[in-house]
């Protein structure tokens, strides 16, 4: 068991309809410790890949992708949620639906900060059905940038998200994938990734 | 002049209607080197306080918060933008109006991150009217939290936000104030805080 499980078991709470909450430390409560230790262990997975940038969607996917940034030395980009009127009208654009919120968004990035030059570490705190992930993907792929790895820090592994990403030929690293978990008993069981 | 304001002069660009794009480093990319930096600039400037946490708001808070709350070695809280699943029952809610996106948003904090017991850092962005500073104040205040300092990264000097919120008797501290910009000549005057 890997140090982001343990915290999962410790800290972690199982409400009903599959919920896995982890805001006392992960994504509303954040645990700096413990975000520079996720930097690292991404950083040490991908050591092998040239990076030019971080990109993730906001809000709980910034400060980690800000951790693992830190470690390669690039620049993080957030995708935003919505349109702003601080955001130019030049900008890629996705459509995410979300499993929390139960609603969809437009997802944006500006042109000014993504080429065909760049070389991406996609970072996010959850990995459910993958909608965040794929918009994320189709952002990239419109600004011509590659996708050299994927960072999930918490996959639900009875969700498809995780496998078509990984059909579709993607380096997707999950430090913790969940198989199932109980409310009423509060167990959380990981896939065994150790080989 | 500081390395933020540096920076803000070489990067930044004036929109009309008194808007400071700051998006290729601050904001939607963000330049991990610049925020590192910021986090320790504040470090210094509040290194004779007892902190417990920071408190920011999503979205574009949390890296910087992040920066700071690594320097200091304690844990981060952000708030919340509307209801979400993953949030319990139990929360401190405020009102709070986006200068940038012309909306109310009701943000929330959890009960369970924020208490009586915690001596507080308020960090943002930026500061213009003051209302998403308001709603983290008086977040802090239903708590029973102290505020014992609060962190901007740019200031709009010519609005009312951070006067008003110095005459409440806050140790505010803003790394840049704007006191005009014109996005005709793209000139930006800064206040001068040295003495």
Redesign the interface.
Same mark, same amino acid.
């Given at each position: 068991m890997n140090f982001l499980e343990e915290r999962i078991l410790k800290d972690g709470l199982v409400k009903e309809?599959n919920?896995l *909450?982890v805001?006392?430390?992960l994504?509303?409560?954040?645990? !700096?410790?413990l975000?520079?230790e996720i930097g690292k262990e991404f950083h040490r997975r991908f050591a092998d890949v040239n990076i030019t940038?971080v990109l993730t969607i906001?809000?709980s996917g910034?400060?980690i992708a800000?951790?693992v940034?830190?470690c390669f030395?690039?620049?993080?980009?957030?995708a935003?949620k919505?349109k702003?009127?601080?955001?130019?009208g030049d900008m890629y654009t996705a459509e995410v639906e979300s499993f929390?919120? *139960?609603n969809k968004n437009q997802v944006i990035?500006?042109k000014? !900060?993504l080429s065909s030059d760049d070389r991406l570490l996609i970072v996010d705190d959850f990995l459910a059905n993958g909608c965040a992930l794929q918009g994320l993907i189709s952002i990239a792929e419109a600004a011509g940038a590659s996708v050299e790895g994927i960072c999930i820090v918490i996959e639900k592994g009875f969700q498809y998200g995780g496998r078509s990403i990984r059909n579709l030929g993607y380096r997707l690293e999950s430090l913790a994938i969940v198989e199932s978990m109980d409310h009423e008993t509060q167990t959380v069981v990981f896939r065994d990734q150790s080989e």
């Amino acid at each position: 068991m890997n140090f982001l499980e343990e915290r999962i078991l410790k800290d972690g709470l199982v409400k009903e309809g599959n919920v896995l *909450k982890v805001d006392t430390f992960l994504n509303h409560q954040m645990d !700096v410790e413990l975000l520079d230790e996720i930097g690292k262990e991404f950083h040490r997975r991908f050591a092998d890949v040239n990076i030019t940038k971080v990109l993730t969607i906001e809000a709980s996917g910034i400060a980690i992708a800000y951790a693992v940034a830190r470690c390669f030395g690039v620049p993080m980009v957030f995708a935003k949620k919505a349109k702003s009127i601080n955001i130019d009208g030049d900008m890629y654009t996705a459509e995410v639906e979300s499993f929390t919120h *139960k609603n969809k968004n437009q997802v944006i990035v500006s042109k000014k !900060v993504l080429s065909s030059d760049d070389r991406l570490l996609i970072v996010d705190d959850f990995l459910a059905n993958g909608c965040a992930l794929q918009g994320l993907i189709s952002i990239a792929e419109a600004a011509g940038a590659s996708v050299e790895g994927i960072c999930i820090v918490i996959e639900k592994g009875f969700q498809y998200g995780g496998r078509s990403i990984r059909n579709l030929g993607y380096r997707l690293e999950s430090l913790a994938i969940v198989e199932s978990m109980d409310h009423e008993t509060q167990t959380v069981v990981f896939r065994d990734q150790s080989e």
